[in-house]
């Protein structure tokens, strides 16, 4: 018993093989449901944001059941992708398309708005908390939607909005309108948002089936003048079909970053593949960059090929009375969702030592919910090669079940008990 413990804490674990097997009769599977993380932090809204969400429900004059109508549809068209490549037919995914008007807009707004914000904010918390003396003041957001991305850096980075730019770029005139309307409506929040707000006057063209083509993309990006401390596309690129026009956005946005580019995508096979396809340009494109999460190395990603999981982490957002539509946030008054993120540096590592007062050299990340049992604490980690924790350019990147004994001490057994998915740990 105590050797198969042993065994299986280093162990490899694949896609499908007699590992998973064995470890299944143990104890429950870790990407079940009813164990997700268990206590994954709750993001919740600024009150500002509330209210004028709020207020463009009811400025829209929709009832309350054809919101939730909408919405379900928005929800469901969004990760229809995702269960196209579950069941082996990715040829249909060429066919998907979305032309946003006032309707489909407001519907995103309903749907993926609350949860846009949490996942925005959970990967830009990461940056500020492990750099806490940098402080972005030129800000690009890509793909703006209705624009949660400058309500999450604001929320973060408190800061004079006199000393801050942010530029956005987005092609659907109804998003902006009502991105436009959350910041006016939005009290101090809002018109704090809105004094920093640069909308670039570039409009992309759009082709006749609604695509993004690849000049007006690189051109958008590349007629902003100077770099960005931050760069941040959030659910944007899962919405371009073509793999050419995803990476031609890649590069350019990467060409406007100075500091820090952030990509965000839904949490489904859909979502990691595309942030994966940005990863993989990075690794073999680029040079001068290093990855900031969630990845604990520069090597491949070891759920890329094989394995039916995608890299994917869970958010909560907790959601007010009006702004719970569907039964299960009614119940929980939560909205809960997974997102893929990749979070990329310019320049080398001791380049932002100096931002930091807590340096984590962490080369391990939790990527599953937490599994329980008396005296022991079982978890899925990505981490360099088992044994080579320490050496960050190993080009074996594994995910590996971890185990936590409370015989390991009382530090590492507390710290275990508390641990989250997505946290960084140290092995």
């Known amino acids: 018993k105590m050797a198969a413990s042993v065994f299986i804490r280093r162990a490899v674990l694949p896609s499908s093989g007699c590992c998973s ?25 600024p009150d500002d944001l509330t209210k004028s969400i709020l207020a463009q ?76 003396k940098w402080t972005p003041t030129s800000i690009l957001d890509f793909g703006a939607g209705v624009g949660m991305t400058g309500w999450a850096v604001n929320t973060l980075w408190n800061s004079d909005p006199s000393k801050r730019v942010l530029s956005t770029i987005e092609t659907s005139a109804e998003m902006k309108k009502l991105s436009q309307g959350l910041l006016e409506t939005g009290g101090e929040t809002g018109a704090r948002i809105m004094s920093e707000l640069f909308e670039t006057k570039l409009e992309l063209s759009l082709s006749n089936d609604d695509k993004i083509s690849r000049e007006a ?47 965000v995508d839904v949490g489904n ?10 990863r993989e340009y990075f690794r073999y ?36 009375k009006g702004l719970n539509l569907s039964p299960s946030e009614r119940r929980t008054g939560l909205h809960s969702g997974k997102f893929s993120y990749l ?15 807590n340096p984590n050299n962490s080369q391990a990340r939790i990527v599953s919910g937490i599994s329980k049992r008396k005296g022991h604490v079982y978890m899925d980690v990505c981490s360099c090669r088992p044994g080579k924790v320490t050496e960050p350019e190993s080009d074996d990147n594994l995910v590996f079940r971890h185990i936590v004994a409370k015989s390991a001490g009382k530090e590492a057994w507390k710290y275990a008990k508390k641990a989250k998915w997505g946290d960084k740990i140290d092995l």
């Open 343 to 357: 979070i990329v540096a310019r320049e080398a590592k001791d380049r932002w030592n100096k931002f930091t007062t």
């Open 57 to 132: 429900f009811s400025a829209s004059g929709l009832k309350q059941r054809m919101l939730e109508a909408d919405a379900k549809k928005m929800h469901d068209f969004l990760f229809s992708r995702g269960s196209e490549l579950e069941s082996k037919n990715p040829t249909s995914i060429t066919k998907w398309k979305m032309t946003y008007g006032h309707r489909e807009a407001l519907a995103y707004l309903t749907s993926r708005g609350p949860f846009t914000y949490g996942a925005t904010y959970r990967v830009l918390r990461e940056i500020s908390g492990r750099f806490p």
């Open 269 to 278: 096979r859909w979502g990691h593949l595309v942030i994966q396809e940005a």
């Open 217 to 263: 993309a690189g051109s958008a990006t590349r007629a902003l003048v100077g770099g960005h401390d931050l760069v941040v596309s959030a659910f944007t690129l899962g919405e371009i079909n073509d793999k050419n026009m995803r990476l031609d956005i890649v590069r350019s946005l990467w060409k406007q970053t100075q500091g820090i580019l952030v990509l």
């Open 21 to 45: 097997r064995l470890l299944s009769g143990s104890f429950p599977d870790s990407e079940r449901e009813s164990d997700l993380s268990r206590h994954p932090s709750v993001v919740t809204l």
């Open 285 to 320: 494109m680029e040079e001068g960059y290093h990855f900031l999460g969630p990845c604990p190395g520069e090597g491949s990603c070891p759920r890329l090929f094989g394995d039916p999981l995608p890299c994917h982490f869970p958010v909560r957002v907790g959601l007010p």
